[in-house]
């Protein structure tokens, strides 16, 4: 009985994921979490979306936190209301552009929780934004409004009556840079595809 609890806690331990790393330096994030990098570099590969704005995007958005969610209002100031959305994961993805993610590449099982499902998301979304709002895979700042605003706010610049917001892409644009400014400088292999 003794071994069977032991199996269970090394698998267990191995979904958690540790959140104990440098969130600013992708050298330590993928030192800390390797499999991130092959997940990263397989969005990489398949949607043409730069490592350095998948994690930027996933930073800004979850801290890398895999159950991440909005925190919920007050009511009365003091008791717990109802989230403002339905945004959950390391994607902070909503439920319905979950649903038509999964609908539309037929990754039926995805989970927000997931790395590798949240980065092909982003993949997937933001060639999706490259396809309808013609925005170059590497522009990080406009990509980050359309993944906030959705594709139709942006289209109706929406975004343009939220200043805070745009300084939160500039944001994002700046850590896409930092990171992909480290990956030429971290000690990864050399079949790397970043």
């Known amino acids: 009985m003794r071994k069977f609890f032991f199996v ?26 390797p499999q991130w990098k092959s997940y990263a570099e397989k969005t990489k ?19 890398f936190n895999r159950t991440a969610r909005p925190p919920r209002q007050k009511v009365l100031g003091l008791i717990p209301g109802l989230r403002p959305s339905s945004a959950y994961g390391y994607s902070q993805a909503l439920d319905g552009t979950w649903d038509e993610y999964k609908q539309s590449t037929g990754n039926y099982n995805a989970d ?16 999706g934004s490259y396809r309808l709002l013609k925005l170059e895979k590497s522009d990080v700042y406009n990509h980050y409004l359309a993944y906030h605003e959705g594709k139709g706010g942006f289209q109706k610049k ?8 745009l300084g939160v892409a500039e944001k ?23």
């Open 8 to 33: 269970l806690a090394v698998i267990l331990s191995g979904c958690v994921t540790d959140r104990n790393f440098n969130q600013s330096n992708v050298c330590d994030i993928f030192k800390t979490n």
């Open 172 to 194: 994002v644009e700046r850590q896409a840079k930092e990171y992909s400014n480290q990956i030429k400088k971290c000690n990864f292999h050399k079949n790397s595809v970043f």
């Open 112 to 127: 927000r929780k997931n790395f590798a499902d949240a980065s092909d998301f982003i993949g997937w979304y933001v060639d």
């Open 45 to 63: 590969e398949k949607w043409g979306v730069p490592v350095s704005l998948q994690l930027s995007f996933i930073k800004q958005e979850s801290s």
């Open 158 to 165: 929406s975004y343009n009556k939220k200043k805070w917001l």
